[in-house]
């Protein structure tokens, strides 16, 4: 991914914190011709040196067929993402660009067979995502129910060999233009507050 130096994220960290908050990502294979499915991860720091993703997917979808032992595949995690116009810099002339938070995952993809870990990962999944004090609780799903699930998914394990992080929030831009697309974005569609939030959170002022 090209990445220009205002936009980049070099530690490895903010990069898994960018893969946690966003947590939708698309995974693209090329085994059999290029496939891809949008998966949600969890990402285990602990394991190699670059951290494993961790998913799963439906038993129907075929993709996973061409998942071999250590087969190379791509992740891609797209976060905030909005339109910003010319009008909002004040400076002359200017062209329209696109403001944008992703990440995207190169690794070696296992299957995972054992039905002890899958089931692991389906609860710890919804633990993790779900809100905080939701009556709703995985872990006291019925056995026998998770049971008639698990044979539905497929899991696996993407070890990750390189990750590559842009957040391209107008850094390039003197603090005056930047606060001008801030506040237009404030004003805008929730796309575009969205993005405004990603510019307070993740490249201040």
């Given at each position: 991914m090209y990445v220009p130096t205002?936009?980049?994220?070099?530690?490895?960290?903010?990069?898994?914190?960018?893969?946690?908050?966003?947590?939708l990502g698309?995974?693209?294979?090329g085994a059999a011709g290029l496939?891809?499915?949008?998966?949600?991860?969890?990402?285990?720091?602990?394991r190699g040196p670059n951290g494993t993703l961790v998913g799963h997917m439906a038993r129907a979808n075929s993709q996973w067929q061409g998942i071999g032992p250590g087969s190379e595949v791509l992740v891609v995690f797209t976060g905030p993402n909005t339109y910003i116009s010319p009008s909002w810099y004040g400076v002359e002339p200017r062209a329209p660009t696109?403001?944008?938070?992703?990440?995207?995952?190169?690794?070696r993809a296992h299957l995972m067979e054992d039905a002890t870990r899958l089931?692991?990962?389906?609860?710890?999944?919804?633990?993790?995502?779900?809100?905080p004090g939701s009556p709703w609780k995985a872990s006291e799903l019925d056995a026998a129910y998770v049971a008639r699930l698990l044979p539905g998914i497929v899991g696996?394990?993407?070890?990750?060999?390189?990750?590559?992080?842009?957040?391209?929030?107008?850094?390039?831009?003197?603090?005056?233009?930047?606060?001008?697309?801030l506040a237009a974005l404030e004003q805008g569609s929730l796309r575009e507050q969205t993005v405004?939030?990603?510019?307070?959170?993740?490249a201040p002022l």
């Amino acid at each position: 991914m090209y990445v220009p130096t205002p936009f980049r994220v070099p530690p490895k960290e903010a990069a898994w914190d960018l893969i946690e908050e966003i947590r939708l990502g698309c995974l693209v294979t090329g085994a059999a011709g290029l496939e891809a499915t949008h998966v949600p991860f969890l990402v285990d720091r602990a394991r190699g040196p670059n951290g494993t993703l961790v998913g799963h997917m439906a038993r129907a979808n075929s993709q996973w067929q061409g998942i071999g032992p250590g087969s190379e595949v791509l992740v891609v995690f797209t976060g905030p993402n909005t339109y910003i116009s010319p009008s909002w810099y004040g400076v002359e002339p200017r062209a329209p660009t696109w403001n944008y938070v992703t990440v995207q995952v190169h690794g070696r993809a296992h299957l995972m067979e054992d039905a002890t870990r899958l089931r692991e990962l389906v609860l710890t999944l919804s633990e993790t995502m779900e809100r905080p004090g939701s009556p709703w609780k995985a872990s006291e799903l019925d056995a026998a129910y998770v049971a008639r699930l698990l044979p539905g998914i497929v899991g696996f394990e993407i070890e990750i060999s390189r990750l590559e992080a842009q957040l391209r929030l107008s850094q390039q831009n003197d603090p005056d233009v930047r606060k001008r697309v801030l506040a237009a974005l404030e004003q805008g569609s929730l796309r575009e507050q969205t993005v405004a939030e990603a510019m307070k959170g993740l490249a201040p002022l």
